[in-house]
């Protein structure tokens, strides 16, 4: 990554190709904030950035062009060409590459988003990254780890939308457990969250703690196995910091 400096900011080599959900997924990860802190930091809606990572805001109007801009440090005229200026006033540090242990262990990926929303799952295309983030650090050495989105309400107040959350595909969840389960009706994967409350022998239950039809009350979703292909354990605080 090459950098050039324009008096106080640095333009940055990136895939030319990117657009307005890769540079605010690129620049989250990279300043280490999650998509509701940095609205909040710069006066936009809690779901503003949070709609565009989702994919269900894909342009903004020019007066939030600034706001949007100051929040992810960037230039915002560039911002409006789709090319990343950052107004940092020096370059990320570059540590000799001696000094540090290998990119996968000390990096957790952003595999995109996973539906909180009550009965539909979260398409996605499997292996694709949308950026990096530092390991929990209870976690630097273990592989198996990714990062989400958090998309819908259904299980606030654990998570909210735009949530960040880290998740261990080699972990098979406890009932009780938050879980990421995914599913395949023919029509490509899909991940949807929940509590892992119960298993038969044809379906498993998740128990979302927002319900659709009664906002006040939680409510059970069944999901047939022969749908589910996969089950990972979401990271508690205490997993992921060593407490």
């Known amino acids: 990554m090459g950098n050039l400096e324009l008096g106080k900011k640095w333009e940055m080599t990136y895939n030319l190709d990117m657009d307005l959900k890769d540079i605010v997924t690129t620049r989250l990860a990279e300043l280490g904030l999650g998509p509701v802190e940095a609205a909040n930091r710069s006066g936009l809606k809690t779901n503003f950035i949070a709609d565009i990572i989702s994919g269900r805001k894909s342009s903004i109007q020019?007066?939030?062009?600034?706001?949007?801009?100051?929040?992810?440090?960037?230039d915002p005229s560039a911002l409006a060409d789709s090319r990343i200026v950052r107004t940092?006033?020096?370059?990320?540090?570059?540590?000799?590459?001696?000094?540090?242990?290998?990119?996968?262990?000390?990096?957790?990926?952003?595999?995109?988003?996973?539906?909180?929303?009550?009965t539909q799952g979260t398409s996605f295309e499997p292996g694709k990254r949308l950026g990096y983030l530092p390991s929990p650090p209870a976690m630097a050495h273990i592989s198996g780890i990714?990062?989400?989105?958090?998309?819908?309400?259904?299980?606030?107040?654990?998570?909210?939308?735009g949530d960040l959350i880290f998740v261990h595909s080699m972990r098979q969840p406890r009932f009780g457990d938050c879980a990421v389960v995914v599913t395949d009706h023919g029509q490509g994967p899909q991940r949807t969250l929940g509590i892992f409350k119960s298993e038969a022998a044809e379906t498993i239950t998740l128990f979302k703690r927002v319900s659709d039809s009664d906002p006040g009350k939680g409510a059970d979703i069944t999901i047939p196995k022969?749908?589910?292909?996969?089950?990972?354990?979401?990271?508690?605080?205490?997993?992921?910091?060593?407490?």
């Open 62 to 74: 020019s007066r939030n062009l600034a706001k949007l801009a100051e929040a992810l440090h960037l």
């Open 88 to 118: 940092d006033t020096a370059p990320p540090a570059q540590a000799p590459a001696a000094a540090l242990p290998s990119t996968e262990a000390r990096t957790v990926h952003i595999a995109g988003t996973v539906a909180a929303s009550y």
């Open 146 to 161: 990714y990062a989400l989105y958090v998309d819908g309400r259904s299980m606030e107040p654990q998570f909210f939308p």
């Open 226 to 243: 022969q749908f589910v292909t996969a089950k990972h354990k979401v990271l508690t605080v205490n997993e992921m910091f060593g407490g």
